[in-house]
């Protein structure tokens, strides 16, 4: 990220839950009317004039692994709220607007919503000039991982270390140094059972074969670009071994092919997943 901007990639996944609003068909994978009010009046004709990128297969791709990231982590939440989860903190949240819309699980919960500086400023002025209503058990929380201690500034922001919590952590590991996703890692295995991590991981080249590397290349070339390069990949057996390791006890890797079963099989729309980001849920 460009220092003093707000994410390009942030704004570039709540433009893609947006199109995914007003161009797939139904049933929505994720239904997020609030992306488009985040986005401002003239979505709608930025949509129209898009129409044909939108249409290439790359984005069609990009935009089924963004909502499908969104709805796993979401499914899991209301799952871990009936264990009796009491907190709920949304890290490198974006425009994420699960926690504004009406109806959603997480509303009776205590919520954080974590993201770096130059982005959270971004969004809150978005939901200010949305008039979006920021309810009381919510609350925004400055931190860059890279540099930041994470525990440190929720504990100032009235974070309880000992109630069982919720993490969704979605497009954003990848973009860390590895040792601050290890450090994401310990600081909620250190917390008390059932808490949940859930997030998406960028799997590492020799994970892939031919095809898949070159593809992956592509992908990476464009992210370096908007200067928000890719720094950290795993391979799935790997991680889980981490995070077995770091404390984690349960780790369960869905893996793109599971995803399509569960919500992208008989569309009407041709929306479709691939290898580039792939889902992890670790619960302590
Ligand atoms: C691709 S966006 C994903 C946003 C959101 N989670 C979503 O799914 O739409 C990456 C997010 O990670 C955040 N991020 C990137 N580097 C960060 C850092 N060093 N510290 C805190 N947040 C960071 C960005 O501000 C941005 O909100």
Not at 83 to 104: C, F, M
Not at 131 to 154: K, Y
Not at 218 to 239: A, H, M, Q, S
Request: charged content about 25%; aromatic content about 10%.
């Amino acid at each position: 990220m460009e220092s003093g901007n707000h994410s390009y990639m942030a704004e570039g996944s709540a433009y893609l839950r947006a199109v995914h609003m007003s161009v797939d068909g139904e049933p929505k994978v994720l239904n997020d009317p609030l992306a488009a009010t985040l986005l401002g009046s003239d979505l709608d004709d930025k949509i129209a004039a898009d129409r044909e990128r939108l249409a290439r297969p790359e984005l069609i791709k990009a935009r089924s692994l963004i909502i499908m990231r969104s709805r796993y982590a979401e499914d899991e939440l209301a799952a871990a709220i009936d264990r009796d989860i009491k907190q709920y903190v949304v890290l490198g949240a974006g425009l994420d607007t699960s926690p504004y819309r009406g109806g959603h699980p997480a509303q009776q919960i205590q919520t954080f919503e974590v993201d770096h500086p130059d982005t959270q400023r971004w969004k809150l002025e978005r939901l200010r000039s949305a008039g979006v209503q920021i309810r009381d058990n919510l609350q925004h929380v400055a931190v860059d991982f890279e540099t930041d201690s994470l525990a440190e500034r929720l504990t100032t922001c009235g974070f309880s270390h000992d109630e069982p919590t919720f993490f969704s952590w979605l497009g954003v590991s990848y973009y860390l140094n590895q040792e601050s996703v290890l450090d994401i890692f310990r600081f909620v295995a250190s917390l008390p059972a059932p808490s949940q991590l859930v997030f998406d991981f960028v799997m590492g080249d020799s994970e892939l074969n031919e095809t898949e590397r070159n593809a992956m290349t592509k992908i990476t070339t464009f992210v370096e670009k908007y200067g928000e390069p890719w720094l950290c990949r795993f391979g799935p057996n790997d991680l889980q071994k981490t995070l077995h390791n770091i404390g984690f006890g349960t780790t369960f890797y869905f893996s793109h092919e599971q995803a399509t079963r569960r919500y992208f099989e008989n569309r009407p729309d041709g929306l479709f997943l691939d290898f580039t980001t792939q889902m992890m849920s670790a619960i302590v």
